[in-house]
């Protein structure tokens, strides 16, 4: 897959133990599409493992998650962004207490967290943090994030904003 996409013109970083593909090689990590793969850990020690390929659904043109399918994954990285994002489906009224018991025990026990306590800290590893302090290029600041590309379509992916 990295040698499809350095032809399409997108550079290759290694960042933070994940793979990020940017549209040159000058582009900010945080504009940069992290290819996540089904079944498979994003790091060694998560909780779970991402959903099956199967875990989506078919639009025609593209298969997007289904909602379980998004939660498991906010849950499993549980970055600040991602307890934002859980959050945000909780004020919508898409996810409540009623998940508890459909989710492996450490995602749920993190999801209660979040129920119990919306706006508190994770108690969990720091490699979890969304905020990179090493492993970029000597010409980029010291500090960048990264997000997860959710909208891919075929070899062009759109960055994250």
Same mark, same amino acid.
């Given at each position: 897959?990295?040698?499809?996409?350095?032809?399409?013109?997108?550079?290759?970083?290694?960042?933070?133990?994940?793979?990020?593909?940017?549209? *040159?090689?000058?582009?900010?990590?945080?504009?940069?599409?992290?290819?996540?793969?089904?079944?498979?850990?994003?790091?060694?020690?998560?909780?779970?493992?991402?959903?099956?390929?199967?875990?989506?659904?078919?639009?025609?043109?593209?298969?997007?998650?289904?909602?379980?399918?998004?939660?498991?994954?906010?849950?499993?990285?549980?970055?600040?962004?991602?307890?934002?994002?859980?959050?945000?489906?909780?004020?919508?009224?898409?996810?409540?207490? *009623?998940?508890?018991?459909?989710?492996?025990?450490?995602?749920?026990?993190?999801?209660?967290?979040?129920?119990?306590?919306?706006?508190?800290?994770?108690?969990? *590893?720091?490699?979890?943090?969304?905020?990179?302090?090493?492993?970029?290029?000597?010409?980029?600041?010291?500090?960048?994030?990264?997000?997860?590309?959710?909208?891919?379509?075929?070899?062009?992916?759109?960055?994250?904003?």
């Amino acid at each position: 897959m990295r040698n499809v996409l350095e032809a399409e013109g997108f550079a290759y970083w290694h960042v933070a133990g994940i793979n990020v593909f940017l549209d *040159s090689a000058g582009a900010s990590v945080r504009d940069g599409a992290h290819i996540v793969f089904a079944g498979e850990l994003v790091r060694p020690g998560e909780p779970t493992e991402n959903p099956p390929i199967e875990a989506g659904v078919d639009t025609g043109e593209f298969r997007v998650l289904d909602l379980p399918a998004l939660v498991q994954i906010k849950l499993t990285a549980f970055r600040d962004k991602d307890r934002t994002h859980i959050r945000d489906l909780i004020e919508v009224g898409l996810v409540d207490e *009623s998940w508890l018991p459909q989710l492996p025990e450490a995602l749920a026990a993190r999801l209660a967290s979040i129920l119990d306590d919306p706006f508190g800290q994770p108690s969990h *590893s720091p490699t979890h943090q969304s905020t990179c302090y090493a492993g970029l290029p000597e010409e980029w600041p010291a500090k960048r994030t990264f997000g997860i590309q959710t909208d891919v379509k075929l070899a062009r992916i759109s960055p994250i904003r």
